[in-house]
């Protein structure tokens, strides 16, 4: 009887906590079925434009936007218009970054700087941004300060409102644990809270970034010679959704991308963090 009791048990050990070696084949394992899950999507997609089950006019068809892939960066703008959106979302990322960091563990590390700040934090987050696009294109003209600006609107609100909800949900026992080695402030945020807090630093960055790309689209949709989103304008208004369907899908990308670096950077810094309870 015993005997099966410590076999179940090894069984239960060997389920819930697999070895090492079967560990590092689970990142492979979800980009093997995340390519997967695309490449079926493109079959149905090509398939139900050929048989016309959607308007091909309309949606285009996977194979058309590859052909005009090559030829918008073989004999037109690709490149250009690339770099031009990328510095957009730089600049304006960037700076996103950077004030929502310092300002998110300020609000949330200070209590009464987070109350003198609420109003106008929830005021602004609530506000629709993207409606400041032309009072921000008058300001600083058609040109890149006015779509970093945008960018910037658009994604520093996320990226701050979660730096502060991972200060103040820190784990307490962690603070008095800090507190009654005699920690200074800078010894606790630098061993405590930030630590503990990467977790929501990494899903503000990740909004952050979803809402950087639409700001940064929306900015050239409304006023821009260049960049991805006057592609996206400019081949709607041509009746050319393939070329359209090819500027999407390198905003989407590019997204899909980052995300996936801050994804990999959260599991490289998980080690760093503080065991809850510890």
Known sequence: MTTITKDAGARASVTSNPPRRFRRFRPR???WLGSLGVVLLLAVWEVASRAEWINPS???RPT???????EYFTTGNGWSDVRVSGAEFLYGFLLA???GLVAGYAIGWWRWLDELTEPIVNFANASPRIALVPILITM?????ASKVAVVFLAAVFPILLNVRAGV???DRSLVEVAQSFKATNLQMLRTVFVPASIPSVITGMR???GQGLVGMVVGELIASTAGLGFVINTAANQFRPDLAFVALFLVSGTG???SSVLKAVERRLDRWRPPVGA
Do not use: E, N
């Open 29 to 31: 394992r979800s980009f």
């Open 97 to 99: 970054a950077v004030f």
């Open 58 to 60: 309309i949606w285009s």
């Open 168 to 170: 103040r949900t820190v």
């Open 64 to 70: 058309d936007i590859a052909v005009a892939a090559v």
């Open 140 to 144: 600083f003209g058609i040109g890149i």
């Open 256 to 258: 899909v991308l980052l």
């Open 207 to 209: 909004l952050g970034i």
